[in-house]
């Protein structure tokens, strides 16, 4: 395992104890990202265990899938949900999304039921009229300063290795990635949407996803593709990886991916972070609306 990383130990919560759990009982990210990049299926692909909702979608669009986790329990949990259709479980991460729709609920256009009728639009341009009318206001702001800022209850409730990977305004930046999905995502058929702000699946869909062919792994995924074949992915997709390693993990991975990928491959990145000179790539395409950055890369 690679200690540059703040994966390594899976925790997420700085009150936990070092024993690893799960971190990610649903993913948040759109595989649809993915499936519009990737090469024709049938193609040899590598993700990032987590949860497995992502490996389950490309596994069911026909790809190779091999799928890696350097947290024990989190492999073990997609595992359970990838071959035997194990119900989705709460893991840290939902734990905060939990308290922080319940801090919110305080404000009455975000409590349950206004919410879900918010969420039962389908129309992005009265999602973003009824965003800024009724959601966005003096009291969502101040609630998102008073969390996510760097002195808020969020930083004193994740690890420290942690507290780096979130942009220093968080508060800000989470505003905006909200009022731009909602303006351009409908949310009636958004699953995302739903968990994000519902802590719920959207109304028909599964808690578990179907049972698919995936090659499971343990280990870290720099290493694993330091050891791969040259040319052994036709593509790869790695959300996070680079969020709290320094440079010189940065410049690994960089070698790592144009080592295992083959010519005219495909790379996805996401990260968290807010983006840098060369924009958000296609952060506004991934219906999760959570992502700084998405870089969808040919090799």
Same mark, same amino acid.
Request: proline share 9%; glycine share 8%.
């Given at each position: 395992?690679?200690? *540059? ?8 919560? &700085? ?25 024709? =299926? ?6 990032? +265990?987590? #949860? ?7 596994? +069911? #669009? ?30 840290? #991460?939902?734990?905060?999304? *939990? ?6 609920? @305080? ?9 879900? /009728? ?5 129309? =992005? ?23 996510? %800022? ?12 942690? %507290?780096?990977?979130?942009?220093? /305004? ?13 303006? /351009? ?26 049972? *698919? ?13 330091? %050891? ?7 593509? @790869?997709?790695? &959300? ?14 960089? *070698?790592? @991916? ?12 996401? &990260? ?28």
């Amino acid at each position: 395992m690679n200690a *540059a990383t703040p994966w390594t130990e899976g925790r997420l919560l &700085s009150l936990q104890t070092r024993r690893p759990r799960v971190l990610f009982g649903r993913m948040y990210e759109d595989p649809a990202v993915e499936l519009a990049a990737f090469p024709p =299926p049938g193609a040899r692909v590598l993700c990032i +265990a987590s #949860a497995g909702d992502t490996a389950a979608a490309l596994a +069911a #669009a026909g790809y190779d899938v091999t799928a890696i986790d350097l947290n024990p329990v989190q492999l073990e949990y997609a595992r359970a949900r990838l071959t035997a259709g194990a119900p989705a479980t709460t893991g840290s #991460a939902e734990h905060l999304l *939990a308290a922080g729709r319940t801090a919110a609920a @305080v404000l009455p256009a975000w409590r349950p039921a206004a919410l879900e /009728r918010f969420l039962r639009l389908d129309d =992005p341009a009265a999602q973003a009229r009824h965003w800024h009318r009724h959601l966005d206001g003096p009291g969502l702001r101040l609630l998102l300063a008073a969390t996510l %800022r760097p002195a808020g209850t969020l930083a004193a409730a994740v690890r420290p290795a942690f %507290r780096d990977v979130l942009p220093r /305004r968080f508060d800000t930046a989470l505003h905006a990635r909200l009022a731009r999905g909602f303006a /351009r995502h409908p949310n009636a058929d958004n699953p995302f949407a739903w968990r994000l702000l519902l802590g719920r699946e959207l109304p028909g869909t599964p808690t578990a996803p179907t049972a *698919a062919p995936v090659r499971l792994l343990a280990g870290d995924v720099l290493d694993h593709l330091e %050891r791969s074949p040259a040319g052994h992915y036709d593509a @790869v997709t790695l &959300s996070n990886v680079l969020d709290g390693p320094g440079p010189a993990f940065a410049r690994r991975l960089r *070698a790592a @991916v144009r080592h295992a990928v083959r010519p005219a491959g495909t790379v996805v990145l996401r &990260s968290i972070r807010e983006p840098g000179p060369a924009g958000p790539g296609a952060a506004s395409q991934d219906r999760s609306l959570l992502w700084g950055v998405i870089r969808v890369l040919r090799l």
